[in-house]
């Protein structure tokens, strides 16, 4: 055989693995949103009106969040939005 032996050629196999690294370095940084359990999600919800980010709406059950005016019926599902909703804004201030 005159060319390289595919059997010793490793470049596919350093460039699978420094993808799978650089991928988890990316989730390493990013705020995970699916561990928000009940009771934090209480937590921060409570938290979140007290500063006036969140707006309850009794008569339609509903909490909106003030800065993207989304509106949700679920504290859990309101707190992981806030959540990557932050995360998102805090890589947006970083970015300028």
Sequence with gaps: ???????DDTTDDYERLETELVAQDLDAARV??????ERSAHHLVDELIE?????????QRVLVHGPSDEAFDSIT????????????????????
């Design 32 to 37: 995970s949103t699916a561990d928000v359990d």
């Design 77 to 96: 599902q309101l707190a992981a939005f806030h959540r990557g909703w932050q995360a998102a804004t805090d890589a947006d201030a970083e970015d300028d």
């Design 51 to 59: 500063d006036d980010v969140v707006t309850p709406v009794p008569d």
């Design 1 to 7: 055989m005159t060319g390289p032996d595919i059997l």
